[in-house]
């Protein structure tokens, strides 16, 4: 195979990227999630794994503080998430899903692997698992960093 070069990586990861995202976000919705967005997904991930503040999540997403705020704002509004006192600063406020937010969660999750179902088949499961550690290697330690 002929070295594709930086243009063409980049458009297939960014074409695969946007399709995976509408993918899930369509997937979800169907689920009953009308009133989530693709972004709020992203925000999911780092709450989930507990301890989180909106600075935190502000980091996590590689917003402002104030964005994230009002990201937090909607989602408490829509029942996703809930504020506790933060048990070292009594300025801070923990972030945790709801069982609404776990549930949305939990749908993002299947659909995340259903869309994935065709490229496993396509790939097979060896170079699949070979795919993904090999973009684990060169994802950045960054925003939105799963894990």
Do not use: C, N
Not at 2 to 8: I, N, R, S, T, V
Not at 63 to 88: C, D, F, N
């Amino acid at each position: 195979m002929d070295d594709p070069g930086p243009l063409a990586f980049s458009a297939l990861v960014l074409g695969l990227s946007g399709q995976l995202v509408r993918e899930i976000h369509a997937r979800v919705t169907q689920q009953g999630f009308e009133d989530l967005r693709p972004a709020h997904g992203f925000a999911f991930v780092r709450i989930s794994r507990g301890g989180a503040t909106t600075a935190d999540l502000a980091e996590h997403l590689g917003v402002t503080k104030q964005a994230a705020a009002q990201s937090v704002e909607e989602l408490v509004r829509k029942g996703y998430v809930v504020r506790r006192p933060h048990p070292h600063d009594a300025r801070a406020r923990l972030l945790e899903l709801t069982e609404t937010g776990w549930a949305a969660t939990r749908a993002a999750d299947q659909a995340a692997r259903e869309a994935v179902a065709p490229w496993r088949e396509a790939l097979g499961e060896a170079r699949f698992s070979e795919l993904v550690a090999d973009l684990a290697r060169i994802a950045p330690r960054g925003p939105i960093r799963p894990t």
